[in-house]
């Protein structure tokens, strides 16, 4: 054998026991529907992406280091698989782009992460065969993007003792933009969680810095305010039928009127969410009722009704349908989401939205 070859043999040696403790994995989720939904006198038959999960792919991985401490990340895209368009506002990892280690002190990630709120609303709006906070969900109609995920963070959960997590996550919202206020977005919050055989409970507190201003006259001299959220929530799964109810509380700061994003505002309201999921054969069924209350005016009320039946397939497909309906007060205009969001917009406040959906969800 040459010098030459005994140094790849060598160097292939070395980098196998690397190779084999790290892992990469690419995955995916690919979910179309067929959609009937009515706004008012309007009404829309079109197709859909992302209603029981965001359509998405991914990459995924992780690097032993020894001493039961890895490295670790994430990155995640959305996109629509009904047009092949991006979503997430075009970013291509804007669902979730993180790195960070993971040990015996639990994991800790930095980047675009979802927040200790986003991660209790996905686990008690419950998700029958797909995602929770997904279509057919109440809340999923009800809570705004703002507060469920968030850029520039750092997330923190802790190993779970005693039968208790602790989740926290800090993000620094404009990261020295020069065109809006400094501290907009900045995001502080954790969570408690506690499981007990089939009962799960979570306590949940948020602040999150916003401005009053309009998007339009937002500027780096526009006020700001400390929002804040409280939650609770509650599920036990008796076997045949596991309930569930989740509540939010928000306030801090002046009221506004109506949400914006790009100013991480949201007016003073209570939502909560009762829902069930009951197994019937293979298919699994999603009851769910919300109600959503705008603090300063009572007009600005809705409720939402949703059923959904999955039919799983294989492990990695399901199909389904369901019916929902959102009864907006005189003030208020929301709409029935997918778990992707870009539900049918409500012109008119006040309009009944309604919508029936037939649907096919794959993983890879």
């Known amino acids: 054998m040459t010098k030459r070859m005994w140094c790849v043999s060598l160097l ?4 196998a026991p690397a ?3 790290s892992s990469v994995t690419l995955y995916g989720r690919i979910d179309t529907s067929i959609e009937y939904a009515n706004f008012g006198p309007n009404h829309v038959v079109r197709m859909g ?3 029981i999960f965001a359509t998405q792919f991914g990459l995924k991985g992780s690097e032993d280091l020894g001493g039961g401490y890895r490295a670790i990340f994430k990155l995640e895209n959305g996109f629509n698989s009904a047009n092949g368009t991006l979503g997430n506002n075009g970013a291509l990892f804007g669902r979730e782009a993180w790195v960070g280690l993971s040990g015996p002190f639990g994991a800790m990630q930095a980047g675009v992460n979802y927040t200790v709120l986003h991660t209790s609303f ?7 065969d797909g995602a929770g906070l997904a279509w057919g969900n109440a809340a999923n ?3 705004g993007p703002a507060f469920l995920r968030v850029n520039n963070s750092i997330r923190y959960s802790s190993p779970r003792m005693g039968g208790v997590l602790v989740r926290a996550i800090a993000a620094r919202g404009a990261n020295g933009a020069s065109n809006v206020p400094s501290t907009l977005g900045d995001t502080y919050g954790a969570s408690v969680n506690y499981v007990n055989g089939n009962l799960s409970v979570d306590a949940d507190y948020m602040q999150q810095t916003f401005s009053p201003a309009s998007a339009a006259a937002l500027n780096a001299n526009s006020p700001t305010a400390a929002g804040n959220y409280a939650l609770g ?3 036990y799964d008796f076997g045949f039928v596991k309930p569930a109810f989740i509540y939010l509380r928000h306030r801090g700061g002046p009221d506004v009127a109506t949400s914006v994003n790009a100013a991480s505002s949201n007016p003073h309201n209570d939502l909560f969410e009762l829902d069930a999921t009951v197994p019937v054969g293979r298919s699994l069924v999603l009851l769910s009722y919300g109600h959503y209350r705008k603090v300063a005016d009572s007009q600005g009320n809705a409720d939402s009704f949703g059923v959904r039946c999955d039919y799983p397939l294989s492990k990695r497909t399901v199909l389904y349908t369901g019916a929902a309906m959102i009864r907006n007060g005189a003030h208020a205009n929301f709409t029935v989401n997918g778990a992707a969001g ?4 409500v012109a008119k406040a006040g309009a009944t939205a309604s919508s029936v959906v037939a649907g096919i969800m794959t993983a890879f």
């Open 233 to 235: 929530a509650i599920s």
């Open 49 to 51: 992406s992302g209603d």
């Open 141 to 143: 109609n009800f809570v």
């Open 12 to 15: 292939s040696l070395a980098a």
């Open 122 to 128: 996905v686990t008690y709006s419950l998700p029958g």
């Open 342 to 345: 870009g539900g049918v917009s």
């Open 19 to 21: 190779l084999a403790q």
